[in-house]
């Protein structure tokens, strides 16, 4: 399943799809989430002095993932060959989800990574604005977005365009 919006020049827009695609992956850990925009992997760029060395946007792709309500980097090898489940290249989807599905505790975003992250989640003003709206409507529930009520906003057969 995939989506697309159009946020214009909004980006508090964009960050309240990326609280609710990691309200959504915490809620069903058997989901993963990767969000991009036109800068690519933008979440790397709210935590650019957080990043290893290794890590630039010539081999970000598909590096950069949701999955528990975490945010997951697939590293790169040390060497080559060093960890056999790492490719040297940056993964396609199918292996980037099987690395996810086999190593989940090694790809976990460093603290400081995850940390500038939520804390551009947390600073959104329109998600400070929906939430209130939506709390005022009765559709929250305690602790934040009733994450059933979003899902039912969400087809799950056919890609999304969130024009």
Sequence with gaps: MFGVTKFGDNIEDEWFIVYVIKQITK???????????????????????????????????????????????IPAPRKPGAESWLPATPPTIPQALNIIAAHSEKILASESIRAAVNRRIRGSHSLNVYMHSWCNKGLCQTGGVDTGFLLHLIPSTEPMNWA
Excluded: Q, Y
């Design 27 to 73: 809620e069903f850990p058997e989901l993963v989430a990767r969000i991009e925009d036109n800068d690519g992997e933008f979440l790397l760029i709210e935590a650019a002095d957080f990043l290893p060395k290794w890590l630039d946007p010539d081999n970000s792709t598909n590096r950069v993932f949701f999955h528990h309500g975490e945010l997951c980097i």
